[in-house]
């Protein structure tokens, strides 16, 4: 049985863990705001700009840029997107547990995957089970700039052109609410396939000023920088809303432990004194 030092000191460790808890709470709320109002200004600019450029990719020839190209698919290249740190619950592990049944699907039908990672818990994820790494970068949680993602784009653009890979394959949190996010799974290139083209609707004729291939080659590129960077964004609002979460429950469980402890410490004080008490009582009756 722990003594009533014993309790105390645990008392006092549990206390101070949960006055870093709540602070880390506080921090993650304030980080949120700001993470979540550029990912709502970013939302429906990356979305319209998605749609419009989908609707003119099906109205194209596939060899009017390399980025329009389709081709067998014979090499998939996954992008995972997570944190470099933990503290914020299920966040990282509902990415990996999703990119590795994504994986395990492709590679039933013969596809060769490799992984491009973005957070050091993927490549860390990866680099313990030896998964196939073309490309890392870390360091991006809570400073995701635009100049991030177009080093992520111009790496996946080159590569895809070069016919390194055949597809690209998007892997995020996509923030729903501060108690809710969502894995998200997206196919970033090629924009549009046959098996799409015959989902969607008709292709329309548009008239292309200066020149389609103008067109294309601005905003092609630009497309896969905007996406890559609003799922950054995403990810970051819905870290720092997980960690968050992940602090609140931890802070209000530190609460609880140390309400337990406390009446564990009180209940010990209290015998301990009784026994006092009895021990007093005994000596006074063997004196008379």
């Given at each position: 049985m722990p003594t009533l030092r014993d309790i105390k000191r645990r008392i006092r460790a549990v206390n101070n863990t949960r006055q870093i808890t709540k602070a880390m709470k506080m921090?993650?709320?304030?980080?949120?705001?700001?993470?979540?109002?550029?990912?709502l200004e970013m939302r429906p600019y990356a979305d319209k700009m998605n749609a419009v450029l989908r609707s003119l990719a099906r109205g194209a020839e596939s060899a009017a840029h390399p980025l329009l190209a389709f081709r067998p698919r014979k090499t998939i290249e996954v992008l995972v997107i997570t944190s470099d740190r933990g503290l914020c619950g299920a966040f990282n592990s509902?990415?990996?547990?999703?990119?590795?049944?994504?994986?395990?699907?492709?590679?039933?039908?013969?596809?060769?995957?490799?992984?491009?990672?973005?957070?050091?818990?993927a490549a860390d994820f990866c680099k313990r089970r030896n998964?196939?790494?073309?490309?890392?970068?870390?360091?991006?949680?809570?400073?995701?700039t635009?100049?991030?993602?177009?080093?992520?784009?111009?790496?996946?653009?080159?590569?895809?052109?070069?016919?390194?890979?055949?597809?690209?394959?998007?892997?995020?949190?996509e923030f729903k609410s501060v108690i809710s996010q969502q894995v998200s799974v997206k196919r970033l290139l090629p924009l549009v396939s046959p098996e799409t083209e015959e989902e969607s609707e008709p292709a329309m004729d548009f008239?292309?000023?200066?020149?389609?291939?103008?067109?294309?080659?601005?905003?092609?590129?630009?497309?896969?920088?905007?996406?890559?960077?609003r799922a950054l964004l995403e990810s970051q609002a819905s870290e720092e809303a997980a960690r968050m979460t992940a602090m609140g429950n931890a802070t209000k469980n530190a609460d609880d432990m140390v309400g337990n402890l406390t009446l564990q410490y009180n209940k010990a004080r209290q015998a301990s004194i009784t026994k006092e008490?009895?021990?007093?009582?005994?000596?006074?009756?063997?004196?008379?």
């Open positions: 921090v993650a709320a304030a980080k949120l705001r700001k993470s979540q109002t550029r990912m509902n990415i990996l547990k999703t990119a590795q049944k994504v994986v395990a699907e492709m590679r039933k039908d013969n596809f060769e995957v490799v992984f491009s990672v973005i957070g050091k818990k998964m196939p790494v073309r490309g890392s970068w870390t360091g991006l949680s809570g400073r995701v635009y100049t991030h993602a177009q080093e992520v784009a111009n790496d996946i653009i080159e590569n895809y052109i070069g016919e390194t890979v055949d597809e690209v394959v998007l892997i995020y949190n008239l292309y000023e200066p020149s389609q291939e103008e067109i294309f080659n601005v905003l092609l590129p630009k497309n896969v920088e905007i996406q890559i960077f008490l009895m021990d007093i009582v005994g000596g006074v009756e063997a004196l008379k």
